[in-house]
């Protein structure tokens, strides 16, 4: 069956950074785009950054582009989110989600499977 397991999560400072990986298995993981997404203490699910099958085409939300940067390892069927210059407002509980096509959407409803997610906190 599908598994996504987040890893990587923590205290940090601002201005710090953090690396977070998502390990895949149960399904060909070179095939299906990939997403990282997050909710916020009393906040909604945000869509935050995403990754087509083969890598080359990265989309971020506004708030996390030239921070944050997605990337992914099909050798390794890993899935990453360095995150850099992280802010308070980063904070949050972060998911990693299979796309339900090769190009990664900005849209919670196509993606099909999510991880148990790593918590991120940011203070000072």
């Known amino acids: 069956q599908v598994q996504l397991v987040e890893s990587g999560g923590g205290l940090a400072h601002p201005g710090d950074s953090l690396r977070l990986s998502c390990a895949a298995s149960?399904?060909?993981?070179?095939?299906?785009?990939m997403s990282w997404a997050r909710q916020a203490p009393g906040k909604g699910l945000e869509w935050v950054s995403g990754?087509?099958?083969?890598?080359?085409?990265?989309t971020y939300t506004d708030s996390v582009k030239g921070r944050f940067t997605i990337s992914r390892d099909n050798a390794k069927n890993t899935l990453y989110l360095q995150m850099n210059s992280l802010k308070p407002e980063d904070t949050a509980l972060y998911y990693c989600?299979?796309?339900?096509?090769?190009?990664?959407?900005?849209?919670?409803?196509?993606?099909?499977?999510w991880g148990q997610g790593t918590q991120v906190t940011v203070s000072s």
């Open positions: 149960g399904f060909t993981f070179s095939s299906y785009s």
């Open positions: 990754i087509s099958h083969d890598g080359s085409d990265t």
């Open positions: 989600a299979k796309g339900d096509s090769l190009v990664a959407l900005p849209i919670l409803e196509t993606y099909d499977y």
